[in-house]
T-cell receptor, first 112, second 115 residues
Framework: QKEVEQNSGPLSVPEGAIASLNCTYSDRGSQSFFWYRQYSGKSPELIMSIYSNGDKEDGRFTAQLNKASQYVSLLIRDSQPSDSATYLC????????????FGKGTRLSVIA | EPEVTQTPSHQVTQMGQEVILRCVPI?????FYWYRQILGQKVEFLVSFYNNEISEKSEIFDDQFSVERPDGSNFTLKIRSTKLEDSAMYFC?????????????FGEGSRLTVL
C-alpha cells in the first residue's frame, strides 16, 4: 500500500513568517512530487512540482526533495493570510501511468 | 486560461438512483481522471482513462462505477446505484502527460449527496 503522510496540523504562523510543510512517502520508486493547495470546499490547485533532489523555487514557494529520506517539503516565505488553506502533498505511484497518491493534507493558518 | 469544467456543481439523489457526473477536460490533454474526496478525508484516486479506455482503477471503482468519453470533449462518471457512502466531492482532472510525470489540473468538483 503506497502511503503519503503529512502532519494534519493546524500549523499556525504569523503573517510574514516562513511556513514549513512536510511530507513523507513510502514508495521508494516514486519519481514525481507535487504540492497542491486546497481552500475549504474547493478543488486542489497545483502550486509546485519537483522531480529531482534538491530545491526548486517559484516566487515565495520553495519545494525540497530528498529521495534518500523519502521526504518532500514546501516552504512558504512571507506568509500571507491568503495562504491559509490545506496543502496536499501528492506523489506518483512509482512508474508508468500509475496515478497520483495524495496525503491527507496539512492545514495552514496564517495569522494577521 | 484553459480549465477543466464539471457539471453539476451539486447533485442530491436518493439511494439506489443512477447519477452521471460530467467533465470537459482541457482540450489538448490526453489523460483523464476521476478522484473523490469524502468530507474531511483525503483525495482518493478512482480511475484513469487514456485512448478511450480505462488505464487504471482503484479498489473503490467497483462494478457500480463506469466512465465514458461519449464524444470528443466530454468525460463522464456514472454511478449506477448510489449508496449513502458515495456522498463525496468528485473531482475530474486531466493532464498532458501520464499521471506519473505530468501535472494534473482539477475541475471545481461535483458535490454528490446521497439521501
Amino acid at each position: 500500500q503506497k502511503e503519503v503522510e503529512q502532519n494534519s496540523g493546524p500549523l499556525s504562523v504569523p503573517e510574514g513568517a516562513i511556513a514549513s510543510l512536510n511530507c513523507t512517502y513510502s514508495d521508494r520508486g516514486s519519481q514525481s512530487f507535487f504540492w497542491y493547495r486546497q481552500y475549504s470546499g474547493k478543488s486542489p490547485e497545483l502550486i509546485m512540482s519537483i522531480y529531482s533532489n534538491g530545491d526548486k523555487e517559484d516566487g515565495r514557494f520553495t519545494a525540497q526533495l530528498n529521495k534518500a529520506s523519502q521526504y518532500v517539503s514546501l516552504l512558504i516565505r512571507d506568509s500571507q493570510p491568503s495562504d491559509s488553506a490545506t496543502y496536499l502533498c501528492a506523489v506518483n505511484g512509482g512508474s508508468g501511468n500509475t496515478p497520483l497518491v495524495f496525503g491527507k493534507g496539512t492545514r495552514l493558518s496564517v495569522i494577521a | 486560461e484553459p480549465e477543466v469544467t464539471q457539471t453539476p456543481s451539486h447533485q442530491v439523489t436518493q439511494m439506489g438512483q443512477e447519477v452521471i457526473l460530467r467533465c470537459v477536460p482541457i482540450s489538448n490533454h490526453l489523460y483523464f481522471y476521476w478522484y473523490r474526496q469524502i468530507l474531511g478525508q483525503k483525495v482518493e484516486f478512482l480511475v484513469s482513462f487514456y485512448n478511450n479506455e480505462i488505464s487504471e482503477k482503484s479498489e473503490i471503482f467497483d462494478d457500480q462505477f463506469s466512465v465514458e468519453r461519449p464524444d470528443g470533449s466530454n468525460f463522464t462518471l456514472k454511478i449506477r446505484s448510489t449508496k449513502l457512502e458515495d456522498s463525496a466531492m468528485y473531482f475530474c482532472a486531466s493532464s498532458q502527460d501520464r499521471g506519473g510525470s505530468g501535472e494534473l489540473f482539477f475541475g471545481e468538483g461535483s458535490r454528490l449527496t446521497v439521501l
